[in-house]
T-cell receptor, first 113, second 114 residues
């Protein structure tokens, strides 16, 4: 099993450009989430989904959109990138919400210039 | 806002030394999870503690959940260079009678020198 797969691994964008970070899991997990990790800030929840067709906002949702059309995929869209979105992005999945352990991908390092 | 505070933020020790990392909050947590993250990779779950006062051992790592379920500690005995990494605690707090989302502490960056 591949677990949680994120692509791309690295990306450089110019301010105002848009892009989609891909996340796929092959564990049939209902719960998926996106975090950003910044130095000194820890992991902060951007958006999450408790199942196909259901998404909700986390702690820092502004500037990001998500959708969940299938159980396996949970893409994160940046509509108009800003330098403040320079970060490392992690996708995670788990069997259930709240207390279930998270399985993380290996991250996407995004730089916005 | 729920907060999980980890200390120390950085720790650099020699191989063979013992260390303890702390994770504290003013909120009560239904459970706490500990993760280790290595450079260029995502965090990997080490353990989940659920019951107040619970102690779990994972080889040389000992995890404890406080009696009041507001704090946790990770103790490493005879640290080895392979223990180097970022240690993160995470938990779901009770918030107005219901559970919130999983929140993470800022992490303790451990470096074990040979």
């Amino acid at each position: 099993n591949a677990g949680v797969t994120q692509t791309p691994k690295f990306q450089v964008l110019k301010t105002g450009q848009s892009m989609t970070l891909q996340c796929a899991q092959d564990m049939n997990h209902e719960y998926m989430s996106w975090y950003r990790q910044d130095p000194g800030m820890g992991l902060r929840l951007i958006h999450y989904s408790v199942g196909a067709g259901i998404t909700d906002q986390g702690e820092v949702p502004n500037g990001y959109n998500v959708s969940r059309s299938t159980t396996e995929d949970f893409p994160l869209r940046l509509l108009s990138a800003a330098p403040s979105q320079t970060s490392v992005y992690f996708c995670a999945s788990s069997r259930g919400a709240h207390n279930s352990p998270l399985h993380f991908g290996n991250g996407t390092r995004l730089t916005v210039t | 806002t729920q907060l999980l505070e980890q200390s120390p933020q950085f720790l650099s020790i020699q191989e063979g030394e013992n260390l303890t990392v702390y994770c504290n909050s003013s909120s009560v947590f239904s459970s706490l999870q500990w993760y280790r993250q290595e450079p260029g990779e995502g965090p990997v779950l080490l353990v989940t503690v659920v019951t107040g006062g619970e102690v779990k051992k994972l080889k040389r790592l000992t995890f404890q959940f406080g009696d009041a379920r507001k704090d946790s500690s990770l103790h490493i005995t005879a640290a080895q260079p392979g223990d180097t990494g970022l240690y993160l605690c995470a938990g779901v707090a009770y918030y107005g009678g219901s559970q919130g989302n999983l929140i993470f502490g800022k992490g303790t960056k451990l470096s074990v020198k040979p």
